[in-house]
Structure formats: structure tokens, C-alpha cells
């Protein structure tokens, strides 16, 4: 005979009798339940993992690690503090940048944009920009005295240009910041009016950068907003940007002048630490689910122990101990709970691997966006399957459900012999 007895009677009992197909029916979707639950919470969670490396890479990737500037946006003899953020072993590249808000305009089409102006050589070794220029064209279309201009491809297609075609800037001329105490020339208000060519442009796929940014040549910029030799500030990559915070702090301590030095953290963590809750309260959410179908096995289970009492009591007849009875359930529930977590499982790694595809043909079928470009900031769903992920959703999955064996079970082993087999 197999041995041991619990798992040979568990794994017998796991079919009912020709005469009570119900239990049958009722194991079946108990199975299902289990695994739809865990197909479900794979599925989502992998989507919300490639949201957020979506959002991570492109965001992250086009942020500064560290900033360098003063109070006023405005930073004298940057070569000179460049070459000091450069001696920490831990940053890899620092590059000045001239930051504006202005208004771009072209026949009656009219956006806000903020000017990013930068020099080439340098900003090459900062973030990820180059990456996302359409026609694999860089940053060194941008030529000094040319006054050429890369757009984000949201911005530009607002503005209804295309490369080889020119917009209009304006831009307040007096300062960024300027005291309401302070008096005002009438020819401060006169607004800055120029012409920029189109010579590109970029797409992040993050709409807060292709709705909004245009890229110009540092020394236009200079030259434009009248700063001389200054610069808004200087911005570095460093070798591991989660180490950003800590270099900040040794920057700062090295420093006898009074800069503003601020890392990435100190404005942007909080969107990551939102996107971390978000997915462990949805994972929570999700798991009521499985807990859900795992309940069902206690209904499957009382209406098995109801249905095996009298075999139950011609075991305990013959010797069976009522901890072992109780093992004969367990097993059975353990098994129904397997089953429909492996099912469950590959469902799950089979439609997270494809739900690009899943997603086009929905959006195809039913001529409709998933994700709303003004609402979510990627426009494309990706998933990214963790191996943590769908071993902690099978072990809970599996767990609840022998956990809500451990009732029927422990009511199996109570059963009576002398009651169960009154009226056989």
C-alpha cells in the first residue's frame, strides 16, 4: 500500500463518488478561484514593475543626480567649482546648464516650454537625452550662434513643427526672481523675442518632457538672457545615483563657498517611495482575491468530511488516530491548492510575457488608450516579470489555502464512529 496512509486516503478523496459529481464541481472551482487569483496578481503586479522601471529609466535617467548652484540660479566662474565637484571620485561628469521658462509660438499656436541650454561637449556625459533624439541625431546639432533648437515631439507637434521650420520665443527680459518691493524699469518689461530653427526632436515617452522641453545651445542662451559668464548651475552625474545623497553631504562639506548643492532626492524620492506603497497595497488588495478562493476550499472540504463520515469512522474503527485523520484532509486541500496555484502561475508568467501585445489588440478591438498621455506619464504598457514577485504570490497563495484546510480538517477528526455509523 503507498504510504503514508493520510497522503494515499487525501490524494483518493480528491475524486468523489460517480453518485456526488457536486463535490467534484465545487473542487474544480476552487481550483479556478486559486488560480485566477494568482494569474490576476502576477499579471498586474509585472505591469506595475514595468510602470515603474518605465518611469524609473526614462525619469531617473533625464533628472541631475547633484545640482550645484546659488541662491539666485545664477553661478559665477563655473569652470572653476566644475573642476571641484570633479575631484570626488564618485561623480562621474558635471556640465552647466541655463534654465528658462518661456513662451514658444508659431503662427496662432501658442505653448509654454521650458528652455534647457547646454553645451554639447559636456552634457553628452549627463543623463539620457541623446538616446531619445529621433533619427539618431545628438546634441551636437546644436551649434553656438546658430540659435537651433530640439523640441519634444508632443511639444513640437502642439506647435505644428517640424524640422527645418522655426518658432518664436518669448520671454520676459527682467530677472528670474526679482522682489515685488523692487522697482521695475518700463524697458524690463519689454518681453525677449527671437527666432529659433527647428533642428530636432526627442521622445522620452514621458509626457512632463515631451510636452515641455526644448533644448538649446548654452552659449545662445547666455548671450539671449544677457548672464555673461554665469550660468543657472551645474548639474552631475554620479557612479550610482541611490549614493547621490551621500555625495551631496561630502560636497557640501568640502565646500568653503556658499553654494546650493541638492541631490535628485530631494525633490523626486517621494514619487518613487509613493510607487513602492502603491504596489505593496496593491499586491494586499489582490491577495483578498486568493483569500477569496482559498475560503472556497472550506466549503469543498465540510462538504467532503460531510460526505466521507461514515469512511472516516470505519478508520478511526480500525485504529486511525484522530491526528491522522485530520492529515487526510490537509493533503486533499494542500493538493486542490497546488494544482491551482501552478496553473495560476503559468497563466500568469504566460500573460504578463505578452501583455504588450494583449493590450494592442484590446486597444485595436475596442479603438480605445489604456493609458491616457494627460493623465499617466508613460504611453505604453511594458511588464517586467520579478522572480521575488511570483514566488511570494505562490507561497501565500498556497499557504491560505492549506491554512483554510486546517477547520474541515480538525472537524473530520471530531467525527463520532459510533454516531457516523448509527444509521449505516
Known amino acids: 500500500m503507498f504510504q503514508p496512509l493520510s497522503a494515499f486516503i487525501g490524494l483518493r478523496y ?21 488560480a485566477l487569483g494568482v494569474t490576476v496578481l502576477i499579471t498586474v503586479l509585472s505591469v506595475m514593475n514595468g510602470y515603474v522601471q518605465g518611469i ?15 541662491s539666485d540660479w545664477s553661478l559665477p566662474e563655473w569652470q572653476e567649482r566644475r573642476k571641484q565637484v570633479l575631484q570626488n571620485p564618485n561623480v562621474k561628469s558635471v556640465a552647466p546648464f541655463i534654465e528658462r521658462h518661456v513662451i514658444l509660438k508659431e503662427a496662432d499656436k501658442v505653448n509654454p516650454a521650458l528652455f534647457s541650454a547646454v553645451l554639447p561637449e559636456y552634457e553628452k556625459d549627463i543623463g539620457t537625452i ?22 519634444g515631439e508632443t511639444l513640437a507637434s502642439d506647435l505644428g513643427v517640424v524640422i527645418g521650420d522655426s518658432v518664436t520665443m518669448l520671454s520676459p527680459k527682467q530677472k528670474a526672481f526679482i522682489s515685488l518691493s523692487e522697482e521695475q524699469n518700463t524697458d524690463d518689461l519689454i ?24 533644448y538649446i545651445h548654452l552659449k545662445d542662451a547666455s548671450e539671449l538672457f544677457e548672464m555673461g559668464e554665469n550660468v543657472s548651475g551645474l548639474r552631475g552625474q554620479v557612479n550610482n545615483i541611490f549614493d547621490a545623497q ?13 553654494y546650493l548643492i541638492t541631490d535628485w532626492t ?4 517621494s514619487f518613487f517611495r509613493v510607487m513602492k506603497l502603491q504596489k ?19 466549503s469543498t472540504l465540510i462538504m467532503v468530511v460531510t460526505d466521507k463520515e461514515s469512511d472516516i469512522a470505519i478508520l478511526r474503527t480500525l485504529g486511525m488516530p484522530p491526528k491522522q485523520v485530520m492529515k487526510v484532509f490537509v493533503i486533499q486541500g494542500a493538493l486542490l491548492a497546488l494544482i491551482g496555484t501552478l496553473i495560476g502561475v503559468i497563466l500568469g508568467l504566460l500573460i504578463a510575457s505578452n501583455v504588450s501585445s494583449i493590450v494592442q489588440f484590446l486597444e485595436a478591438l475596442f479603438d480605445t488608450n489604456f493609458l491616457n ?40 477528526s471530531k467525527v463520532q464512529p459510533a454516531e457516523a455509523l448509527r444509521y449505516e
Open 373 to 412: 498621455k494627460e493623465i499617466h506619464k508613460l504611453t505604453q504598457i511594458d511588464a517586467e516579470i520579478q522572480s521575488f514577485d511570483v514566488i511570494a504570490i505562490a507561497i501565500c497563495a498556497f499557504v491560505l489555502s492549506v491554512a483554510a484546510t486546517i477547520f474541515p480538517a480538525w472537524k473530520a
Open 130 to 151: 541623446n538616446r531619445f533624439i529621433s533619427d539618431g541625431k545628438d546634441l551636437s546639432l546644436l551649434k553656438e550662434g546658430a540659435f537651433n533648437i530640439i523640441l
Open 191 to 214: 518681453p525677449l523675442i527671437k527666432e529659433f530653427t527647428v533642428v530636432g526632436t526627442f521622445k522620452v515617452d514621458l509626457q512632463m518632457y515631451d510636452k515641455s522641453f526644448a
Open 14 to 34: 480528491t475524486k468523489a463518488k460517480r453518485d456526488n459529481n457536486f463535490i467534484s464541481f465545487i473542487s474544480v472551482a476552487s481550483v479556478f478561484g486559486i
Open 266 to 269: 530631494s525633490q523626486h524620492s
Open 56 to 70: 524609473q529609466d526614462r525619469y531617473l535617467g533625464m533628472l541631475s543626480h547633484i545640482t550645484v548652484s546659488d
Open 280 to 298: 505593496t497595497m496593491l499586491f494586499l488588495v489582490l491577495l483578498l482575491i486568493i483569500g477569496v478562493a482559498a475560503f472556497n476550499l472550506v
Open 246 to 258: 551621500q555625495i551631496t553631504k561630502e560636497l557640501a562639506s568640502q565646500s568653503t563657498d556658499d
